[in-house]
Antibody
Framework: EEQLVESGGGLVQPGGSLRLSCEAS????????IQWVRQVREKGLEWVAT???????HYQRSVRGRFSLFRESFDNSLFLQMNSLRAEDSAVYYC??????????????WGRGTVVTVSS | DIQMTQSPSSLPASLGDRVSLTCRAS??????LNWYQQQAGKAPRLLIH???KLHSGVPSRFSASGSATDFTLVISSLQPEDFATYYC?????????FGPGTKVEV
């Protein structure tokens, strides 16, 4: 079964750091772009960052310079290192697989999410 | 950034109703438009990609259309599991952006 599982969320003080993990199973992880998308409680979805299959990375303006992406191919995992965290970074963080085809670019497989709370 | 808007924000409906949800992009995005469903407490689920293509496993009561700036998602006959929030998302240009969602509720 194809699956994504996030972990690493928790409570952190403003200015602190967290590392989120997204572990993939059931598919060839290295051949796909993987996204992080977050959702503030009861609010909408916001794209955070993309780890491209060819090694490229892209970040939302509000997290650029604070968040960074790392892939560990040997264990099919993607990490989101989050530094200098702010209260507004508090959200459920989802990782999602992206498909790029003649039918466009879309997120077809999502994890269940991990909760990040930034508070003193 | 490309801004996505959706209307209505809330849509009261009943079982068996046909409902229509609208999404608009702030600039033309061709057919680079996806629709997701999010049931309460769950992760989003892909319904439609490329504006009108039904994702594998999605029931045929869902359909969608549109291009450039205006898009529509239609549910032909609401089922209990369809009461959820629906988001559109553009994949034309980074940063990928989502609409604020339409909540279909009883």
């Amino acid at each position: 079964e194809e699956q994504l599982v996030e972990s690493g969320g928790g409570l952190v003080q403003p200015g602190g750091s967290l590392r989120l993990s997204c572990e993939a199973s059931g598919f060839r992880f290295n051949t796909y772009d993987i996204q992080w998308v977050r959702q503030v409680r009861e609010k909408g979805l916001e794209w955070v960052a993309t780890s491209g299959s060819s090694g490229d990375t892209h970040y939302q303006r509000s997290v650029r310079g604070r968040f960074s992406l790392f892939r560990e191919s040997f264990d099919n995992s993607l990490f989101l290192q989050m530094n200098s965290l702010r209260a507004e970074d508090s959200a459920v963080y989802y990782c999602a697989r992206a498909i790029y085809s003649s039918s466009g670019y879309y997120f077809d497989l999502w994890g269940r999410g991990t909760v990040v709370t930034v508070s003193s | 950034d490309i801004q996505m808007t959706q209307s209505p924000s809330s849509l009261p409906a009943s079982l068996g109703d046909r409902v229509s949800l609208t999404c608009r992009a702030s600039e033309a995005i061709s057919n680079y438009l996806n629709w997701y469903q999010q049931q309460a407490g769950k992760a989003p689920r892909l319904l439609i990609h490329a504006a009108s293509k039904l994702h594998s496993g999605v029931p045929s009561r869902f359909s969608a259309s549109g291009s450039a700036t205006d898009f529509t998602l239609v549910i032909s006959s609401l089922q209990p599991e369809d009461f959820a929030t629906y988001y559109c998302q553009q994949s034309y240009r980074i940063p990928w952006t989502f609409g604020p969602g339409t909540k279909v509720e009883v």
